[in-house]
């Protein structure tokens, strides 16, 4: 049995590419990491060749994008011809966009091609220049909806219409916001499998119903064993920085590591890095004796998770491992418990398979359900601060 406490303290947006005029050709950059929500997209676009990083090696995700590199990525996807013109790397694009009428000088004046693109001006550009529509009677979902400027309305509904645009975690578009270069890559990536078939996106478990999946994930993210909770979502909204401390044995390494990789392919998963020290971890991990164990949790227990959170996304947490254990016990454990602080908070009398088994089984691994619930946890539609209801509406769309 393992036991847990959670303490409560106090994007993801698919949309545009952005391309560089100094190019990197290789699909590996130093600031973009296995786990982080857009690698996947990154890496797949920057190896297709639509996507430029920087002679230093980094890609620069968090970077805005500026007109000329979105016009460059619309024409990019359309084929259209790109180039240096009139001094400027990017003339030919933008000259053509003028022409094409993808953006006007009411939109910005030729003069200043460097602006930083805004996600409504973005979206009138791209969907332009694809010449995408949206059937009567679209409406968008956001809350800021009425702050989309006039001229840029229809943009963003053929975006949205089209699978292109998604909002924020909370909600909201940010219509007069800038783009940054990893929410390019994602919306290129979109746009490149656009008509796809979308199966792959389903969330499914063999052996087990869409029901049961959902039914399970609201049992085990819906409220934590020990503490308090809202019964709401809660999970990490930053990459885990994990440091490991005590006496773990090569066997655990070994298992912490083959789960850290199986976590980092998740979509969506914000990713998990070692790092060198306490001080640069939020999620630290120790390997205690019993005596340890009961100072630091007062009891003992055969492992025990400890996370903090504020406005439902978890910032900060602590892991302990019982190190007087078999190690086919501790197998079993460490499993369990890095998967519960991902903000699985819940132990259930369910499923003798899951590792969110109350009591003791031979569970060392994530069986399908549990795969399925990790990953419902880390898919957008499943935002922090969502109740059950909302949970199983959006659940209803994505579990198969």
Request: proline share 4%.
């Amino acid at each position: 049995m393992k036991k847990l406490i959670s303490a409560a303290a106090g994007l993801v947006l698919a949309f545009t590419l952005a391309v560089s005029a100094f190019a990197q050709s290789e699909a590996s950059f130093s600031d973009v990491l296995p786990g982080s929500w857009y690698y996947k997209e990154v890496t797949e676009m920057v190896s297709s060749g639509f996507i430029d990083g920087y002679g230093d090696g980094s890609f620069r995700p968090e970077q805005t994008v500026t007109v000329a590199e979105c016009v460059t990525m619309a024409a990019r996807i359309t084929g259209a011809a790109t180039g240096e013109a009139d001094g400027f790397w990017g003339g030919v694009q933008m000259s053509n966009a003028y022409l094409s009428g993808w953006m006007s000088e009411d939109d910005v004046e030729r003069s200043r091609p460097d602006t930083p693109v805004t996600r409504e001006l973005a979206s009138k550009i791209i969907a332009t220049a694809l010449g995408l529509s949206y059937p009567a009677g679209t409406e968008l979902p956001f809350t800021d909806a009425a702050e989309i400027g006039q001229g840029y309305l229809s943009g963003v509904m053929a975006m949205y219409a089209n699978g292109l645009l998604d909002g924020y975690e909370d909600g909201t578009l940010r219509p007069q916001s800038t783009l940054t270069r990893a929410q390019a890559a994602s919306m290129l990536y979109r746009a490149v499998h656009t008509g796809e078939d979308s199966a792959e996106n389903y969330i499914t478990a063999e052996g087990y119903t869409a029901q049961e999946i959902i039914d399970y994930f609201c049992e085990v993210a819906l409220d934590v064993e020990y503490g308090s909770t809202d019964n709401t979502v809660i999970k990490w909204d930053r990459p885990i920085n994990i440091f490991v401390s005590g006496a773990p044995t090569a066997a655990d390494l070994e298992r912490l590591g083959a789960l850290i990789d199986a976590l980092n392919g998740i979509a969506g998963f914000p990713g998990i890095n070692t790092v060198d020290s306490a001080e640069a971890a939020n999620l630290r991990i120790s390997f205690v004796d019993a005596g340890t164990m009961l100072a630091n949790t007062g009891s003992d227990f055969n492992g025990y998770v400890r996370v903090s959170w504020n406005d439902h996304n978890i910032y900060s947490g602590d892991i302990y491992y019982l190190s007087d254990l078999t190690q086919e016990r501790r197998n079993g454990v460490i499993v369990e418990e890095l998967c519960q602080a991902l903000g699985l908070l819940t132990d259930t009398y369910d499923y003798p398979e899951s590792i969110f088994h109350q009591y003791y089984t031979d569970a060392d691994w994530p069986c399908p359900l549990d795969w399925a619930i990790i990953e419902l946890l880390y898919r957008s539609e499943i935002r922090p601060g969502m109740d059950e209801s909302a949970v199983r509406s959006a659940a209803a769309d994505i579990v198969r």
